[in-house]
């Protein structure tokens, strides 16, 4: 069973008057796998926490099933939040494991243990761990915990390659057979852009853009020609220019918005050029970035 | 990601490849070709946009579903696409040269000529 | 290994955290066991090879264990909550199944500390040692190391007080923040120690004692004014955490 997500003008202001969420109106089905995107300090932890029921909005409202889960035990145990990497600790792994599924009533213990071996988690103290292995466990928690709500805080950027693809691969397949909604946050898309069914834009507390991920990459359109040429059609049709690039009388215009195909024909007519752009570079025009963020690997 | 890059939608780059295996002869008419889901797993894409690029070949007549059992190759699928493919050859191969040839003052005549040579030569 | 849930605890998630929060603090309970067990070898050590062995030495070893349950209270709040947090479970329900955790820890605590004394009696017993409790002081609201039930009573008072003192102390912070809920640290240490002095009972409580010249008040009175303590702690404890926020860079799921 799966639980539908809203919220209702969110905002959150922190105790020292940063805004960390501005007005956000987000829907998210349930069952949708969602790539939360942003630059860091865009506002992705906050919103986690707000449904999280961590902190509280301090104006409008969020709703799980239709509901407030402050509080709500019901809710609550429904949704799960896995930070960055699980910090040291005395504990073993295997205790941890152990404690965590005393806690989840939809913990799937035998799943947990197939996932140590994955992973190849050894039993030692969680402070032992390296950094990859601590987020791969943090990893583990969100998939053998089930909850029909899960957000993912970036724990995948400490994890070597074939660690992230194997976590990527498992989301998936679980997914499949225990259909639930799936939230992941990262700045770093290209590697799970295909994963996602819808994407969230953040920027500077704002919800930029909230839509299916084919739709988003339909929209972002580079148009390379005479620079007068580019600058009417872009102008003409309407199109919300990202960037641009120039060099002597040829120009490259970065657009977003819907291409009718009478205006593809006028494009060819101009002599334009029209060619797709990875959603990589769409998401850092459209979060306000000028400088493609490098993974931290 | 394997086979499909971050670019135009997935669905459609989906349906692109399956009608190329079709065209190519790799999946052959009333073959079964992978489930939504095993094709998701493979190319670790999302399932809703999988089945969105597999209805598309199914409105467009290249696959036939079989309740419970899952999607075949229409037996008529290579036709069409063939058909499908010709339409698209003179709008995106002869017109075009036809505009090239005018721009660079080639006489139409001459590249009839051309192909009428290639064709003695044994291209068909 | 743990399985999935029974439908009882997925319906009292409460009953859920109090039985994991009790399963974490067995390996706290083992620990302060081995403390205890070392500390009676050295006192035991050091009377006989050192001194003459004239009154019991378990009840001055006894006494650390509220300090225990004080750093078990702590614990919970600090340590388990945000855990407990991001795994689903309410703040109300993770400060219910720590009341119910730390309750049923002081009575096994209590119990174990009440057959140290017996255990004690036993081997005085074959060694002709005089089991007597020492001390010039009126240090609790039993005078003899053989009256088990109100030392099970006095102990088990003295150490769920201390947890919950615990527990506020920790809670404030939390929800006030280092300045407003340093101010707490006094309403938590009145809270363990006003149980001190209610029981006449720990070093906290005999100290102040002596300095204001003053007796224990009746054992009645005592246990009425421990229990409201322990009472009202836990009540405070249970508002303060009801609106605590808990930082997402502090929702790493395992800290």
């Given at each position: ?5 809203e ?7 922190y ?6 969420l ?8 349930g ?5 939360l ?14 449904v999280?029921?961590?902190r509280?909005?301090?104006d ?11 509080e709500?035990?019901e ?6 939040l896995v ?5 040291g600790g005395?504990?073993?792994v ?13 913990w799937d213990?035998a799943?947990?243990?197939?996932l140590?071996d994955?992973?190849?988690?050894p039993?030692?103290k969680?402070a032992?761990?390296?950094r990859g292995?601590r987020?791969?466990l943090?990893?583990l928690?969100g998939?053998?915990?089930r909850?029909?709500i ?5 724990p ?10 194997a976590f990527y691969?498992?989301v998936?397949s679980?997914?499949?057979?225990h259909p639930r ?13 295909s994963?996602f069914g819808?994407v969230a ?6 919800l930029?853009?909230?839509d299916e991920?084919?739709?988003?990459r339909?929209r972002?359109?580079e148009v390379?020609?005479?620079a007068?040429?580019?600058d009417?059609f ?6 919300r220019?990202l960037s ?7 120009k490259?215009a970065?657009?977003?918005g819907?291409?009718t ?15 797709p752009?990875?959603l ?8 306000g970035?000028t400088?493609?963020?490098e993974?931290?690997? | ?6 670019r135009?939608?997935i ?11 079709i ?12 489930s939504?889901?095993?094709?998701a ?6 399932p ?21 059992i899952?999607?075949f190759?229409?037996p008529?699928a290579p036709?069409?696409l063939r058909?499908?493919h010709r ?8 017109d075009?040269m ?17 192909i009428d040579?290639?064709r ?5 | 290994m743990?399985t999935?849930?029974?439908?009882t605890t997925?319906r009292?998630?409460?009953l859920?955290?109090a ?5 974490d603090?067995?390996f706290?309970a ?9 500390l009676l ?8 090879v050192?001194?003459d062995?004239?009154?019991s030495i378990?009840?001055g ?8 349950m004080?750093?078990?209270g ?9 855990v407990y947090l ?8 993770v400060?219910?199944?720590?009341l119910i ?15 140290g004394?017996l255990?004690?009696?036993v081997v ?7 089991h007597?409790?020492?001390g010039e ?8 190391p ?21 527990m506020?102390?920790?809670a404030?912070?939390?929800?006030l923040?280092?300045?407003?809920g340093s101010v707490?640290?006094l ?14 009972s720990g070093?906290?409580?005999?100290l102040?004692?002596?300095?204001l010249?003053i007796?224990?008040p ?5 246990l009425l004014i421990?229990g409201?303590l ?5 009540l405070?404890t249970?508002a303060l955490?009801?609106?605590v ?5 502090d929702a790493?799921?395992w800290?």
């Open positions: 069973m799966t639980l539908d997500l919220l209702r003008g969110a905002s959150l202001r105790d020292d008057g940063t805004e960390a501005r007005g956000i109106d987000l829907s998210v089905p069952g949708t796998i969602l790539g995107l942003g630059r860091n300090g865009a506002g992705k932890s906050s919103l986690m926490s707000l999280a029921s961590l509280r909005p301090t409008g409202q969020v709703l799980i099933g239709g509901r407030d889960p402050w709500d035990a809710l609550t145990a429904r949704v799960a930070g960055e990497a699980a910090e005395a504990w073993k295997r205790d941890a494991v152990t404690s965590a599924g005393r806690l989840r009533p939809t213990a799943y947990a243990d197939r140590l994955l992973f190849e988690i039993n030692v969680i032992k761990l390296s292995k987020a791969a943090a990893c928690f998939l053998a915990g909850a029909p899960t957000m993912y805080d970036e995948y950027l400490g994890m070597d390659a074939p660690a992230r693809y691969d498992e998936l679980d997914y499949m057979v909604t799936v939230i992941l946050s990262t700045h770093h898309i290209d590697e799970v852009a994963l819808r834009i953040l920027d500077d507390g704002r930029v853009t909230d991920t084919d739709s988003l339909a972002g359109t390379t020609g005479p007068a040429a580019v009417e872009t102008g003409a049709a309407g199109l220019v641009t690039r120039s060099l002597g009388g040829t490259a970065v657009t977003y819907d291409l195909d009478v205006a593809r024909r006028r494009a060819a007519d101009a002599g334009l050029e029209l060619g752009i990875p990589q570079d769409l998401f850092v025009h459209l979060s970035a400088q493609p963020e993974a931290s690997l | 990601m394997a086979a499909f890059d971050g135009s939608p669905y459609r780059q989906i349906a692109e490849q399956i009608a190329a295996d065209l190519s002869g790799a999946l052959e008419p009333d073959a079964q070709v992978m939504t889901n095993q094709f797993a493979h190319f670790r894409i999302n809703a946009t999988v089945a969105k690029g597999f209805q598309q070949l199914v409105d467009d007549g290249l696959l036939y579903k079989k309740r419970g899952g999607m190759v229409s008529d036709e069409r058909a499908r339409e698209r050859f003179m709008a995106e191969v002869v075009p036809i505009a090239e040839a005018h721009l660079i003052g080639i006489d139409l005549d001459d590249v009839v000529t051309r040579q290639r003695q030569d044994g291209h068909r | 743990s999935t849930a029974s439908t997925a009292r998630p409460w859920r955290a039985g994991a929060l009790g399963a603090l067995s706290y083992v620990v302060w066991t081995g403390v205890g067990a070392a070898i050295i006192n035991l050590v050091a009377n006989t050192w001194g062995l004239e009154a378990w009840d070893n006894a006494s650390i264990f509220q300090y225990a004080l750093g078990a702590i614990m919970v709040v600090a340590g388990y909550l945000p991001t795994h689903g479970i309410t703040r109300r329900d400060t219910s199944g720590a955790a730390l309750v049923g820890l002081a009575v096994v605590a209590a119990l174990a500390t009440t057959a004394y255990v004690e009696s005085f017993d074959v060694a002709g040692w005089p007597v409790l020492g002081h009126e240090m609790h609201i039993y005078d003899s053989d009256q088990y039930g109100l030392i099970f009573v006095e102990l088990f008072f003295l150490y769920a007080t201390h947890a919950i003192a615990g506020l102390i920790v404030a912070l939390f929800r923040g280092w300045v407003f707490f640290l309403a938590g240490a009145g809270v363990a120690v006003g149980a001190e002095l209610a029981l006449g070093a906290a409580g005999v102040i004692r002596d300095w010249d007796g224990a009746p054992v009645v009175v005592g421990a409201g322990a009472v009202g702690g836990a405070l249970r955490l009801a609106g926020v808990i930082e997402s860079k790493a799921l800290r």
